[in-house]
Nanobody, 121 residues
Framework: QVQLVESGGVLVQAGGSLRLSCAASGSIRYSATGWYRQAPGKQHELVARISSGGVTNYADSVKGRFTISRDGAKNTVYLQMNSVKPEDTAVYYC????????????????WGQGTQVTVSS
């Protein structure tokens, strides 16, 4: 298993920017990774994903505002969040993914503690 530690969550005003980091205990250079968020009373929602080859995908709600990237040398995946909105308020998590037969699945890694993002209006 690879442990992932999220950081960078803060209280930010609507329209502001922040960058989240996901630091891995092992190599994630060739791993697909997703950023998820969980608002109170809701399930985990996939926000952004980066494939092993660097292809990125985003939820419609964040497209054009969030950018996922990976630094293989630092074993870290980032989520740049711009023009944030109050509805972006949630705990943000990262998780490794595997790709099989055209579908992404969560690996058996445990969820980390997440990092809280709060957007004030």
């Amino acid at each position: 298993q690879v442990q992932l530690v999220e950081s960078g969550g803060v209280l930010v005003q609507a329209g502001g920017s922040l960058r989240l980091s996901c630091a891995a205990s092992g190599s994630i250079r060739y791993s697909a990774t997703g950023w998820y968020r969980q608002a109170p009373g809701k399930q985990h929602e996939l926000v952004a994903r980066i494939s092993s080859g660097g292809v990125t995908n985003y939820a419609d709600s964040v497209k054009g505002r969030f950018t996922i990237s990976r630094d293989g040398a630092k074993n870290t995946v980032y989520l740049q969040m711009n023009s944030v909105k109050p509805e972006d308020t949630a705990v943000y998590y990262c998780h490794r993914l595997t790709y099989t037969s055209g579908t992404y699945y969560l690996t058996q890694d445990s969820w980390g503690q997440g990092t809280q993002v709060t957007v004030s209006s």
